[in-house]
């Protein structure tokens, strides 16, 4: 389908052609290369974290983390059902259990007083995710894990560059990843990244993403032979994969800016439109917009549908994953999380993106006010 506005559009220029370009002529370093360190030396520094190490996605990030630290069968992690399905089947890699916790209203991520509830103890690890590039209430997730002597893995796929007080997230937790598939902040096409400050479980990370392998030297040009001294897998992402990525990179500050923008003129557009409650956060929240998502209090799927028939493209972020075929069928545990199937039954992600124009947001806002006049 091609669409008037569609959710999200990527923002490139000549420099990711130029950086891939010369990736592609050299002939070589297509897969390990001085670009996939150059990538990770600037993310680390971006977030201020010691380490990090980038990933084929975010996904296979994520699953590296679990390995990494441990957490095996008989294991519960908890984590939201009001996500996207990887960070709940993270667990279920490694043969652990996923245990739903509710969310809160005001950023729709963990609620820390339910968190609490969910503790067991077989409990090993909480994932927050940090939604749509909001922030989740880290802090308190934080203090909760250091008192019951929990792993904290930060979800932040949809988020980086969000800020907290002034602190990026990714830096709250023991480790965090992101992901750089096509809808998010930066991409790569698909592509995926994970930050600690943990040496030990940073040099297990690296054993588990190239095959166990231990590498002093790159692999593909070194006569050395190789030893491998724990299972491992090809969770490794390209080498011009990461030079668009270093290029992307370069980008970020500019297209937060865009997206912050885009998002403040469309909230100061639907601002009066009654039926629909917009994004707000507090002052010490830095939302970079990767998704601009309202509540619909009425009628949200019928607005889907015209907004639609109008090419305006607009998605369901999330439906639950407890409500999902696989999550009812293979678990089957009885969940109560009323404020996750709620908010789910009114979310709806408007277009956002850099480039979206004020045109497109004027249009938009023209559509959706006229959607409810009808209504009244
Ligand atoms: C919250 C969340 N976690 C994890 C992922 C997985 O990332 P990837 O698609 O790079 O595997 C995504 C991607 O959409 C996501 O939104």
Not at 173 to 200: H, M, P, W, Y
Not at 221 to 235: A, E, V
Not at 309 to 330: C, E, N, S
Request: charge should be positive; include cysteine; charged fraction near 25%.
């Amino acid at each position: 389908m091609s669409w008037k506005i569609p959710l999200f559009k990527i923002y490139w220029d000549e420099q990711d052609v130029k950086n891939v370009t010369q990736v592609i002529r050299s002939g070589m370093y297509w897969a390990e290369g001085p670009n996939i360190l150059g990538f990770e030396n600037r993310i680390a520094e971006y977030i201020g974290a010691k380490y990090c190490l980038v990933f084929n996605s975010g996904t296979s990030a994520l699953h590296a983390l679990f390995l990494a630290y441990g957490i095996k069968q008989q294991d519960e992690v908890i984590v939201p059902s009001f996500t996207f399905i990887a960070t709940a089947n993270a667990p279920l890699f490694v043969g652990a259990k996923p245990v739903f916790a509710d969310i809160e209203e005001e950023t729709f991520s963990l609620d820390p007083e339910d968190v609490k509830n969910k503790i067991t103890s077989k409990t090993k690890a909480i994932i927050p995710i940090h939604y749509g590039g909001c922030p989740c209430k880290i802090k308190e997730l934080k203090k909760i894990a250091r008192e019951r002597n929990l792993v904290l893995i930060e979800d932040a796929a949809e988020s980086l560059g969000a800020r907290l007080g002034g602190r990026q997230v990714g830096t709250f937790g023991d480790a965090a990843i992101f992901s750089f598939c096509q809808n998010k902040i930066i991409t790569t096409g698909e592509g995926g990244a994970l930050v600690t400050n943990s040496r030990k479980i940073y040099e297990k990370l690296k054993l588990i993403r190239s095959h166990g392998r231990l590498e002093k030297e790159n692999y593909f040009s070194s006569i050395k032979t190789s030893d491998y001294i724990t299972l491992g897998f090809n969770f490794r992402m390209p080498s011009f994969v990461a030079a668009l990525g270093i290029a992307q990179l370069e980008k970020i500050d500019r297209i937060i800016e865009m997206r912050k923008n885009n998002a403040r003129y469309l909230t100061s557009k639907l601002r009066e439109v009654k039926e629909i409650t917009i994004p707000t956060i507090a002052d010490d929240y830095f939302h970079v917009y990767q998704m601009y998502t309202v509540k619909v209090n009425k009628n949200r799927n019928e607005l889907m549908r015209y907004l639609a028939a109008k090419g305006i493209m607009t998605k369901i972020y999330f439906q639950p994953v407890h409500l999902t075929h696989f999550y009812k069928h293979k678990l089957k545990q009885s969940h109560r999380l009323p404020v996750t199937e709620k908010i789910s039954r009114q979310v709806l992600t408007l277009p956002m993106y850099p480039s979206l124009t004020r045109k497109e947001m004027n249009y938009m806002a023209q559509e959706i006010r006229g959607f409810f006049r009808r209504k009244r």
